[in-house]
């Protein structure tokens, strides 16, 4: 069972992925990228991993993804339906990336071993532990990134609205 719930998770984010870089509207693409960090989270969620889980919906689904679509809307000139015209080098794009998939299979199938640490996960609560980290010993680097996080979109805002010459 567990089998086929990855797979759903799996081809949501990797539908709403190609929705992302497919779609015309640039508004729709920001929403299919909020789509997308929601099934990734899913799949944290199935490797046991939900602190990472909930900062995935948290960050990228709820800070990043509205920031975004606050800067489309912020920042759009003329209307939405053409703000992303198709691009004519598909090609290239679709080259460079069976040539990056080529060369990732190649080094997954050369290296058999691919453990990092010589034995299990053995702490209980990493949940408990890693926020403990992040809100102690990681504190300012922590803040650091809401404070630029505030600034980026203040800098949108101002951007949007654009700044008069005093005369």
Not at 57 to 86: C, H, K, N, Q, W
Request: glycine letters at 6%; a neutral charge.
């Amino acid at each position: 069972m567990s089998t086929i719930v990855f797979f759903i998770f799996a081809i949501l984010a990797v539908a709403a992925a190609w929705g992302v870089v497919t779609s015309k509207n640039i508004v729709h693409s920001a929403l299919f990228l909020a789509l997308t960090f929601v099934g990734v989270a899913a799949l944290y969620v199935m490797l046991n991993a939900e602190f990472i889980a909930a900062v995935q919906i948290l960050v990228y689904t709820g800070a990043v993804s509205i920031m975004v679509v606050f800067a489309v809307m912020l920042t759009l000139r003329g209307d939405v339906g053409e703000s992303s015209p198709e691009n004519k080098k598909w090609g290239w794009g679709l080259f460079v990336a069976g040539l990056v998939f080529v060369m990732i299979t190649a080094v997954i199938l050369t290296n058999a071993d691919w453990r990092i640490l010589e034995g299990p996960w053995t702490i209980q609560n990493s949940t408990a532990a890693l926020s403990n980290l992040l809100l102690t010993n990681y504190m300012i680097p922590f803040e650091a990134a809401a404070i630029l996080l505030t600034v980026a979109l203040v800098g949108a805002v101002i951007l949007a609205k654009g700044v008069r010459e005093n005369k």
